[in-house]
């Protein structure tokens, strides 16, 4: 096979199994409907700056959730953008819960996150961030 023949077989094959790993990463890990129709849904391993999480309302309004990430023995920070077409209704960021730092033989440890869980839809659904083992949150919506 000549060179750019190769090259060119390489490049559609890489580009094929991206296009794959991306459309895995954005499949639905769990999906919710809340008590007034909206449907919640979350992604599995959501990086930094990941769209986490989506609630979409009745009225057109959007809830995104979004993985902030974390700084170096600080606790992940989760972003809420609540829009409707292009006009922001609010935005507001919810720290994970973290252990404090702690002694060790040297020196300072750093703390470890701990899976958090918000209560949405007046308390019926429960929104429960975790850690996975390769840093990416896990989000997941349930009753």
């Known amino acids: 096979m000549n060179p750019s023949r190769l090259f060119l077989t390489t490049l559609v094959a890489l580009f094929i ?35 986490c999480a989506t609630i979409k309302y009745a009225n057109g309004d959007v809830l995104s959730i ?41 020196g300072v440890g750093c703390g470890h996150s701990q899976t958090t869980q918000m209560v949405m839809d007046h308390g019926l659904v429960h929104l429960t961030v975790s850690e996975d083992t390769d840093g990416t949150l896990k989000l997941v919506f349930s009753k």
Do not use: K, W
């Not at 895995?24 to 700056?49: P, Q, R, Y």
């Open 66 to 106: 979004y993985s902030e990430g974390a700084a170096y023995c600080q606790p992940y920070q989760i972003d809420f953008v609540r829009v409707n077409g292009t006009a922001t209704i609010y935005e507001y960021t919810r720290v994970m819960n973290h252990d404090a730092p702690r002694p060790t033989a040297f």
């Open 17 to 51: 199994f991206s296009s794959s790993a991306v459309l895995a990463d954005e499949s639905a890990a769990s999906s919710m409907t809340f008590s007034d129709g909206a449907v919640a849904t979350s992604f599995d391993h959501c990086g930094d700056t990941d769209l």
